[in-house]
């Protein structure tokens, strides 16, 4: 048996009841055993179409399924309870994320990656896993998740954008009056580069790194996002409330 983590949320229907139901169906399928959840937290949306207030949980399950078995009954499950996919980061009646399969990391893209690419920067995620298993080891980020979730309270929370093409500035004054909470800056050249690995060290944008920014991608707080779709604007604006600013 391997010991997992899942995510629970929705923002439409009777959320808290759909959760209970949603591990009671887990609880009956073959080869799965729900062990604990957490409580539910209250949520801001994430994504300019999200919808109104979400409500959040994690799980922790026991099972004999391989990770993808495991993820097909958890898309099974959101099925039975309504879910609909045709819009990206929509309105839900329930989400369930795979965040951690033991502590192995998996790399089957684009179906199932693990750890969730999230997990370790949303507190909507990290806040229920903080009741659960403060002590587990992010086996990519080499953290606790108490520890990934301490380096988001810090107010303000240090925000650098890699910004090789020197395209952002409007863009970070105006998120700076949006986001008071958090301070942003950006990163172009060596000599911009903090000592310390605190807060989020995020890149937007595709292409080539130079060479000074390649070890970057070793820190704690490194975030690429620059291969997900939508604008600049929005995917910042989606990294800072996730953060919880």
Not at 171 to 188: S, V
Not at 230 to 236: F, I, M, V, Y
Request: net charge negative; charged share 20%.
């Amino acid at each position: 048996m391997t010991t997992c983590l899942i995510g629970l949320g929705g923002n439409l229907g009777n959320v808290p009841q759909t959760i209970v139901s949603a591990l009671q169906s887990l609880s009956q399928s073959s080869g799965v055993r729900v062990e604990r959840w957490s409580s539910l937290h209250q949520t801001n949306p994430v994504g300019a179409s999200a919808g109104g207030t979400y409500i959040n949980a994690a799980a922790m399950l026991e099972t004999s399924l391989t990770a993808r078995e495991l993820l097909e009954r958890l898309m099974a499950v959101e099925n039975e309870f309504g879910r609909e996919r045709t819009i990206s980061w929509g309105p839900r009646t329930l989400d369930l994320d795979l965040l951690f399969f033991g502590d192995e990391v998996i790399d089957d893209l684009p179906v199932l990656h693990v750890p969730h690419s999230g997990c370790w920067y949303r507190r909507f995620v990290l806040d229920p896993l903080c009741e659960l298993v403060p002590a587990f080891v992010h086996p990519e980020k080499q953290q606790t998740i108490a520890e990934l979730r301490d380096r988001l309270m810090v107010r303000p929370l240090h925000i650098s954008v890699l910004d090789l093409a020197r395209s952002t500035d409007g863009l970070l004054q105006t998120l700076q009056t949006m986001f008071p909470d958090a301070e942003l800056q950006t990163i172009r050249q060596p000599d911009e580069i903090s000592d310390g690995d605190d807060g989020l060290l995020v890149r937007l944008d595709s292409g080539p790194l130079p060479p000074w920014a390649t070890p970057l991608r070793k820190r704690v707080g490194w975030l690429d996002v620059s291969g997900r779709m939508g604008d600049r604007q929005q995917k910042l604006i989606n990294i800072l409330r996730s953060v919880g600013l």
